[in-house]
Nanobody
Framework: QVQLAESGGGLVQAGGSLRLSCAAS????????MGWFRQAPGKEREFVAA????????YYTNSRKGRFTISRDNAKNTVYLQINNLKPEDTAVYYC????????????????WGQGTQVTVSS
């Protein structure tokens, strides 16, 4: 069992930056791949980024390369999502997720989820 807790969201002006954190607890956390998803009102949950704990490989959608950076700190059992040059369309609830398998790009690929953290970008 893995418990996930996101933090770092908030209200920010367009062009600003945020670093979201996801603290994980539970046994053998280092064997889990981690992902970030987001869900805007009225829209489906969509993939943002993922990181494989075994070798640190990262995955992004092509449209988010450059503004989004996923990273992890093994010693702190924490995964981060740095978002730069925020845009109003980035407004959403951001969720972190964990899987024992290969980090996929769909919500069904992940077994554990956090409660989410709200990011609101004003224009």
């Amino acid at each position: 069992q893995v418990q996930l807790a996101e933090s770092g969201g908030g209200l920010v002006q367009a062009g600003g930056s945020l670093r979201l954190s996801c603290a994980a607890s539970g046994r053998t956390f280092s064997t889990y791949a981690m992902g970030w998803f987001r869900q805007a009102p009225g829209k489906e949950r969509e993939f943002v980024a993922a990181i494989n704990w075994s070798d640190g490989s990262t995955y992004y959608t092509n449209s988010r390369k450059g503004r989004f950076t996923i990273s992890r700190d093994n010693a702190k059992n924490t995964v981060y999502l740095q978002i730069n040059n925020l845009k109003p369309e980035d407004t959403a609830v951001y969720y972190c997720a964990a899987t024992k398998g290969t980090p996929g790009r769909g919500p069904p690929d992940y077994e554990y989820w956090g409660q989410g953290t709200q990011v609101t970008v004003s224009s």
